[in-house]
Nanobody, 127 residues
Framework: QFQVAESGGGSVQPGGSLRLSCFASGFSLAGHRVAWFRQAPGKEREGLVCISSSNSYTQYGTRSVRDRFVISRDHSLKMVFLQMDDLKPEDTGRYYC???????????????????WGQGTQVTVSS
């Protein structure tokens, strides 16, 4: 059974940092496109950033995180991370990892492109 899960959420003060992790069971993230999404209370889910299966291409879906969030894979290709720096109260929300197949140097930030989703991890930014 294919499953995706996230970890690393928590509560942090404005200006702080968190690193979220995405991992899979039943399959490897290697050879898959991975994206991070966020859903804030009362708002629609938004695609933040994605990484291609080749690791050569990333694309930001949300301008507000472009200079503060970075997506990456570990060397074993079994995990994908989202490094979040200079967190702001408006970054509060539930963060989801999403995965789909597809080789090559492309990824997108539309939710309907992804087949497997984690349950999400909560991030709260407040003073």
């Amino acid at each position: 059974q294919f499953q995706v899960a996230e970890s690393g959420g928590g509560s942090v003060q404005p200006g702080g940092s968190l690193r979220l992790s995405c991992f899979a069971s039943g399959f490897s993230l290697a050879g898959h496109r991975v994206a991070w999404f966020r859903q804030a209370p009362g708002k629609e889910r938004e695609g933040l950033v994605c990484i291609s299966s080749s690791n050569s291409y990333t694309q930001y879906g949300t301008r507000s995180v472009r200079d503060r969030f970075v997506i990456s894979r570990d060397h074993s290709l079994k995990m994908v991370f989202l490094q979040m720096d200079d967190l702001k109260p408006e970054d509060t929300g539930r963060y989801y990892c999403a995965v789909t197949g597809g080789l090559g140097s492309y990824c997108g930030n539309a939710g309907d492109e992804y087949d497997w989703w984690g349950q999400g991890t909560q991030v709260t930014v407040s003073s």
